[in-house]
């Protein structure tokens, strides 16, 4: 009996504790899925002047993951790429990597 109320007491301080640190981690949760942008939107969001044509500037600013490809999407070397040319790159890639699997040797049967 000399315990019980010691106990309650720690219990009722934890549930406060741990319904804010679940509901921290529904806020992050949001948070992630509001920043989650479509490859179309991060295009947008990085063409600052809004012309349609993403420089390698605008797209180390706000399209990072371009960057380290800008040189092989930009074939014309044109100084800009489009959403087309992303787009085009894309799945020339994943034609490429197809294609690359299904002709990679198949491993001897045990």
């Not at 063409?47 to 797209?59: C, F, R, V």
């Amino acid at each position: 009996m000399r315990f019980l109320l010691p106990l309650l007491a720690v219990c009722a301080l934890a549930l406060p504790v741990q319904a804010q640190s679940s509901s921290t981690g529904s806020s992050t949760a949001k948070a992630t899925a509001r920043t989650h942008l479509s490859s179309q939107q991060r295009f947008t969001n990085a063409n600052t002047t809004h012309d349609g044509h993403l420089t390698l500037d605008q797209a180390k600013a706000g399209y990072p993951a371009i960057v380290s490809h800008f040189d092989a999407i930009d074939k014309d070397k044109r100084g800009y790429i489009t959403e087309a040319d992303i787009r085009a790159y894309h799945k020339t890639q994943r034609t490429l990597h197809h294609q690359g699997s299904s002709t990679a040797p198949k491993p001897p049967n045990s």
